[in-house]
C-alpha cells in the first residue's frame, strides 16, 4: 500500500462446518500448484490451509529500508507508474518477510489521476485535490476510466505475477465513499464534514457522485484482475465515520456494486475499513467473500457480527509490533485462539503497518503464525 494509506489512515454459498486453525484438517490439502491453490486464497475461499495465511496491509513501504532506497526522490504518483519499480516494491516483503500473499504497490488515488483529476500526494499529508468536487458540473469531471488509461497497471501486474510464481497477487483499490471523501474534502479530512454536507444536502448528487466512483474503480479492479491478480480487496479507510443506517442507505449500494462488478471473475474479494465496528453485519452484506476486521472488535465476536459464510482477515493492532517479541507472540496467539472457529481466516493487522516498525518484528510474526497453526 502507499504513503497516502498512512494518512486515511451474509449473502453467499452454504454455510460450511466451523473447524478451529490449530487443529489438523480433515484431509490433508494438497501441494500448492499456483496461486489458486495457494493458503491465501484457499482460506479465503474457506477451504482447509496447511496454516493460516498471512500478509499485512501497507507491508510494502516505509518499514523497509530496501523500499526507502528505490524511492529515494521519486514522488508517490511516479512511482505507481514505473512498472520495474513497482514490481520490485512489491516483491520486498515477500522476499523478506516470507508472507503468503504480496500486495500490489500503489495508491488508491491513481485511478482518480488516471481520469484527469488534478491532485497529488503530498509528503506528510496525502492526496491533495486542486479543486474539490461539490458541484454537479464537478462530477462532469469525473469520466469513465478504460485500460487504456492505465497501461502501466497492466505491465506492471504481469510482470509481478510472472515474478511472484506460486504467491498470489492481491489487487485493490479504494471505495467509493473513501475516494469521494478526498474528492469532496480537497484531501484528508477530520470529520468528514463536507462530505456530509453533500451527503445529506444533496442525496441525488451525493449518489451519481458514487455511482460514478463505483464505475471507475469496478474498471481498476478488473484491469488487475485481467493482468493476473489472484484477489482483490476494496479499502474503505474512512466509512467507520458514518453512521451504520447512513452506510446501509447511502453508501452500501455503491460498494455493492463495485464487488458484483467483479464477480463473475471468480477471484476472491475482500472488503476493509477502519472503525468499522458497528457496521460488520452490512460490510458482510455488500458482497465481499472476506471481510477485513481492525483492532477493535476480537474475530470470534466480529464473526458473530459478520454472520455464516464469509472468511475473516485480521487483526492485530499495528501497535503492538513496537513491544518485545514475548508480547506480540502473546497478542499474536490471542488473535489465532479468537479466530478458532471461523470457516476462513487470514492473519493480518487491523490496519498497515506503521512506518517506524522493526522489520525483524514482522519477520519473525510470519514465522510465529506459521509455526503455531502448521498442520500435521
Not at 43 to 61: D, E, I, L, N, S
Not at 72 to 98: A, F, K
Not at 223 to 234: F, P
Not at 323 to 346: C, F, K, N
Request: net charge negative.
Amino acid at each position: 500500500m502507499s504513503d497516502a494509506e498512512q494518512h486515511r489512515t451474509h449473502e453467499g454459498g452454504p454455510t460450511e462446518a466451523r473447524t478451529s486453525p490449530h487443529a489438523p484438517a480433515t484431509t490433508e490439502p494438497p501441494t500448492p500448484a499456483g496461486p489458486a491453490d495457494s493458503a491465501f486464497v484457499r482460506a479465503c475461499r474457506r477451504q482447509p490451509v496447511p496454516h493460516t495465511p498471512v500478509w499485512f496491509m501497507r507491508q510494502a513501504g516505509r518499514s523497509l529500508p530496501e523500499y526507502r532506497r528505490v524511492r529515494q526522490g521519486i514522488p508517490m504518483l511516479e512511482s505507481c507508474m514505473m512498472p520495474d519499480l513497482v514490481t520490485e516494491i512489491t516483491l520486498q516483503p515477500v522476499r523478506r518477510h516470507g508472507v503468503d500473499a504480496a500486495v500490489y504497490f500503489s495508491d488508491i488515488v491513481v485511478p482518480l489521476k488516471a481520469v484527469g483529476i488534478d491532485l497529488e500526494i503530498k509528503p506528510g499529508v496525502g492526496p491533495v485535490v486542486a479543486e474539490p468536487v461539490r458541484t454537479r458540473a464537478d462530477l462532469a469531471r469525473l469520466r469513465e476510466l478504460t485500460e487504456e488509461d492505465v497501461p502501466y497497471i497492466t505491465e506492471a501486474v504481469r510482470q509481478t505475477v510472472a515474478e511472484l510464481g506460486d504467491v498470489p497477487l492481491i489487487g485493490f483499490a479504494g471505495a467509493p465513499f473513501t475516494l469521494a471523501s478526498y474528492l469532496v474534502e480537497g484531501g484528508p479530512s477530520r470529520n468528514h464534514e463536507r462530505t456530509k454536507a453533500l451527503m445529506y444536502g444533496d442525496p441525488e448528487l451525493w449518489r451519481d457522485l458514487l455511482d460514478r466512483l463505483a464505475a471507475i474503480t469496478s474498471a481498476f479492479l478488473r484491469v488487475q484482475i485481467a493482468a493476473g491478480a489472484s484477489a482483490v480487496q476494496l479499502f474503505d479507510s474512512w466509512v467507520g465515520a458514518l453512521a451504520p443506517e447512513d452506510y446501509r442507505t447511502r453508501v452500501m449500494p455503491a460498494s455493492a456494486s463495485v464487488f458484483d462488478a467483479v464477480a463473475d471473475t471468480g477471484v476472491p474479494r475482500i472488503h476493509f475499513g477502519v472503525g468499522t465496528g458497528e457496521l460488520l453485519h452490512l460490510m458482510g452484506q455488500a458482497g465481499a467473500d472476506v471481510v477485513g476486521v481492525d483492532w477493535r472488535v476480537p474475530l470470534d465476536e466480529a464473526a458473530r457480527r459478520v454472520g455464516p459464510g464469509k472468511a475473516l482477515q485480521g487483526n492485530l493492532d499495528p501497535a503492538v509490533l513496537f513491544a518485545p517479541r514475548q508480547a506480540v507472540e502473546e497478542q499474536a496467539r490471542r488473535v489465532l485462539d479468537a479466530a478458532a472457529g471461523l470457516e476462513g481466516h487470514i492473519f493480518n493487522l487491523g490496519h498497515g503497518v506503521l512506518p517506524d516498525t522493526d522489520p525483524e518484528a514482522l519477520t519473525a510474526l510470519v514465522e510465529f503464525v506459521h509455526r503455531s497453526t502448521a498442520r500435521a
